[in-house]
């Protein structure tokens, strides 16, 4: 159980285009999503927290017109990284809260963003 | 801020025992966390720990923490070959509601 998807599990794009990804608890129900980054040899990095049904609330440093979060369902959290630039590209994780396990946090596979 | 601090690489023999210790500043912590992540793959969590235990045990690993010294520890015993990965420390101080802080990961390197 509590397992988190993310899709795609990598990506590259060309600079100024905008890319989708998505996060989903398959077999819980997620009232709060995360999203984090995690650049080469680094640590996570808190983004945003997503609670379905309401706005994303982003960490200090984070734009929020260029990293748009949408928490439509208890099972899905999209990120799109708009236009996205080369130092964007980083390693995009997400992860989920359960509604019945509050204290725990199950993290996704992760997504790769590469934009050349 | 928040901080978490870690070694960056661990060396064990396989078959000892691997202690990987944390440090952390918020006090307001409740729930600490200890997560694994192997090459290419997302995190895995291994075990946490609530702010007013001081120690947990499950299987191989063992949790401890000192609230007073802001310190957590991670005993893995009779370490394996499969055990090498990268060991993340992580805080949460509301009641893991909020997202996590993390340390920047602890490289655990078995020698045969």
């Known amino acids: 159980g509590a397992v988190v998807s993310q899709h795609p599990s990598w990506v590259i794009c060309k600079s100024g285009t905008s890319v989708k990804i998505e996060c989903r608890s398959l077999?819980?129900?997620?009232?709060?999503m995360f999203w984090y980054r995690q650049f080469p040899k680094q640590s996570l990095m808190l983004m945003a927290t997503?609670?379905?049904?309401?706005?994303?609330?982003?960490e200090q440093g984070v734009e929020k017109d260029k990293f748009l979060i949408n928490h439509a369902s208890l099972t899905l959290s999209t990120l799109t990284v708009t236009s996205a630039h080369p130092e964007d590209s980083s390693f995009y994780i997400c992860?989920?809260?359960?509604?019945?396990?509050?204290?725990?946090?199950?993290f996704g596979p992760g997504t790769r963003l590469t934009v050349l | 801020g928040e901080d978490v601090e870690q070694s960056l690489f661990l060396s064990v023999r396989e078959g000892d025992s691997s202690v990987i210790n944390c440090t952390y500043t918020?006090?307001?912590?409740?729930?600490l966390y200890w997560y694994k992540q192997e090459p290419g793959a997302g995190l895995q969590l291994l075990t946490y720990?609530?702010?007013?235990?001081d120690m947990k045990q499950d299987q191989r690993l063992t949790v401890l923490l000192n609230k007073k010294d802001k310190h957590l520890s991670l005993r893995i015993a009779d370490t394996q070959t499969g055990d090498s990965a990268i060991y993340f420390c992580?805080?949460?101080?509301?009641?893991?509601?909020?997202?996590?802080?993390f340390g920047k990961g602890t490289h655990l390197i078995i020698q045969p």
């Open positions: 992860s989920a809260r359960s509604v019945s396990k509050a204290n725990e946090q199950f």
């Open positions: 918020d006090s307001s912590s409740t729930y």
């Open positions: 992580a805080e949460s101080g509301g009641g893991g509601a909020d997202g996590l802080t």
């Open positions: 997503s609670n379905e049904g309401s706005k994303a609330t982003y």
């Open positions: 077999d819980f129900q997620a009232t709060t």
């Open positions: 720990i609530f702010s007013n235990m």
